[in-house]
């Protein structure tokens, strides 16, 4: 992109009698410079990798220490065969909420399913921070 009016490389916008043009910074003299398009690229579409929504079962943590004591590990052996920290397993049984690798990791080994299904439907709801029924019933 080349400033319209010196040929320099544009870096901003200006308003130049009221044309919006591309200019370099020397020229955003000229006119009046419009900050906000600063970036002349298209606004980059925000990536927001939303934290994978997923629910742990109830009993998760039940059914994990459950699975320990059956095998007889110790916390920190369970860990070693997730190939964690040597401190995952107490943080999950003191109720810390492992992320989605940890939790794969731990449905292989014991050989259930851990995770409850969110319908997607309540998913999407939970993301969403406008009104709900329940605050529009709040509000009457
Ligand atoms: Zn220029």
Redesign the pocket.
């Known amino acids: 992109m080349e400033?319209v009016?010196?040929?320099?490389e544009?870096v901003t916008r200006a308003e130049v009698d009221g044309v919006i043009l591309d200019?370099?910074a020397?020229?955003t003299k000229y006119g009046k410079e419009i900050r906000k398009v600063v970036i002349i690229e298209p606004k980059r579409k925000e990536i927001v990798i939303p934290e994978m929504d997923y629910v742990l079962k109830e009993d998760f943590v039940k059914i994990v220490k459950d699975y320990r004591m059956k095998k007889g590990l110790t916390q920190e052996q369970l860990s070693a065969l997730l190939k964690e920290k040597a401190s995952i397993v107490k943080k999950i049984e003191e109720g810390w909420m492992p992320p989605l690798s940890i939790v794969s990791k731990l449905e292989r080994l014991i050989g259930t399913n851990l995770l409850e299904t969110v319908p997607d439907a309540q998913t999407k709801r939970k993301d969403n921070t406008s009104v709900t029924l329940g605050d529009l019933v709040n509000m009457k």
């Open positions: 400033c009016l010196c040929g320099k544009a200019v370099c020397e020229c």
